[in-house]
Structures are given as structure tokens and as C-alpha cells.
């Protein structure tokens, strides 16, 4: 049974840093592309980084590219993201996904992706 069991989440203030991880357990996610989505209220979730578990290419939406950094620990089976520079605008529900086979241009696609987490909420308020 795939599980994605995300942590880090909770309440900074604006210009703080935050790491969220994804621990991806139940079968090997060697073909699979990992991202990190989020959605805020009355907003569609959108997807923010996205990496390759192998060969580890990512890409990142533009509103969060230079602040936030995806990467992974592949020994440990962890996804993480390092979130810096904050703002209230970031505030939102983070998920991790598993994607199988994804191809480059499909990595950021919501409806591409098989597992998800559960999503911890991330607010940044002063």
C-alpha cells in the first residue's frame, strides 16, 4: 500500500522558512515523478515543484521559483521542500504526489499524478 505521509507544516511569519517533507513508502517510486502542490481557499490546486526520482530534474511554478527548492533523499525515501522568504500569499494546504511515468511536460499537471498525502496546512501570517 502506497503511503505519502507529509510533515513541517504549521504557522511562521511573513519572511520566515519552512521544510516540508514527504515520506513515500509501499513500492518503488524509481519511474515516478514527485511534486509538491498546494491549494488555498476558493483557489484550484496548483502544483509548485515537481522532481524525478531518478535523474532528479525538477521544475518549479514561477511564483515560487528562487524561494522554494525541492529535492530528495532517495536512500530514506524522502521528498522535501525547502520554503524561504515566505508570505501570506504562500498560505495554503501542501500536498506531495507520486506520479507514475510522468513525462517532462506532464509533471505539473494536477490530474496527472496517482497518490497523494494527506496535506498539512501551511499559514504564514504576522
Known amino acids: 500500500q502506497v503511503q505519502l505521509v507529509e510533515s513541517g507544516g504549521g504557522l511562521v511569519r511573513p519572511g520566515d522558512s519552512l521544510r516540508l517533507s514527504c515520506a513515500a513508502s509501499?513500492?518503488?517510486?524509481?519511474?515516478?515523478?514527485m511534486g509538491w502542490f498546494r491549494q488555498a481557499p476558493g483557489k484550484e490546486r496548483e502544483c509548485v515543484a515537481a522532481?524525478?526520482?531518478?535523474?532528479?530534474?525538477?521544475t518549479y511554478a514561477d511564483s515560487v521559483k528562487y524561494r522554494f527548492t525541492i529535492s530528495k533523499d532517495t536512500a530514506k525515501g524522502i521528498v522535501y521542500m525547502q520554503s524561504n522568504s515566505l508570505t501570506p500569499e504562500d498560505t495554503s494546504v501542501f500536498y506531495c504526489?507520486?506520479?507514475?511515468?510522468?513525462?517532462?511536460?506532464?509533471?505539473?499537471?494536477?490530474?496527472?499524478?496517482?497518490?497523494w498525502g494527506q496535506g498539512p496546512q501551511v499559514t504564514v501570517s504576522s
Open positions: 504526489a507520486a506520479g507514475a511515468g510522468l513525462i517532462t511536460s506532464r509533471v505539473r499537471v494536477v490530474s496527472a499524478y496517482d497518490y
Open positions: 522532481i524525478k526520482w531518478s535523474g532528479g530534474s525538477s
Open positions: 509501499g513500492r518503488s517510486f524509481n519511474s515516478y515523478a
